[in-house]
Nanobody, 126 residues
Framework: QVQLVESGGGLVQAGGSLRLSCAAS????????MGWFRQAPGKGREFVAA????????YYGDSVKGRFAISRDNAKNTLYLQMNSLKPEDTAVYYC???????????????????WGQGTQVTVSS
């Protein structure tokens, strides 16, 4: 069992920045492949970014490449998402999730992930 708790969401103007955090507990964090997803009202859950257990490999959705950066601190059992140059279309509930091993399914698919946080709202005003 893995518990994930996101924080850091809020209201920001377009062009601004936010950093999301996800605190993990219940399993050895350094063994977990992690990801961020988001869901806007009326839309499906969208892949944002993912990171391998060691942090050596990262993956990004096309809509956030060059603007967002995923990272992790295995000593603090925490996952991060630095979001820069935010746009109104980035408005969504952001979820962190884990798919366990780096080998258990694609990083890009929601179906690969078996534990999810409760989400944190990010609202970008124009």
């Amino acid at each position: 069992q893995v518990q994930l708790v996101e924080s850091g969401g809020g209201l920001v103007q377009a062009g601004g920045s936010l950093r999301l955090s996800c605190a993990a507990s219940g399993r050895t964090f350094s063994s977990l492949a992690m990801g961020w997803f988001r869901q806007a009202p009326g839309k499906g859950r969208e892949f944002v970014a993912a990171i391998s257990p060691s942090g050596g490999s990262t993956y990004y959705g096309d809509s956030v490449k060059g603007r967002f950066a995923i990272s992790r601190d295995n000593a603090k059992n925490t996952l991060y998402l630095q979001m820069n140059s935010l746009k109104p279309e980035d408005t969504a509930v952001y979820y962190c999730a884990t798919k366990g091993s780096t080998y258990s399914g694609s990083y890009y698919y929601t179906s690969s992930y078996n534990y999810w946080g409760q989400g944190t709202q990010v609202t970008v005003s124009s």
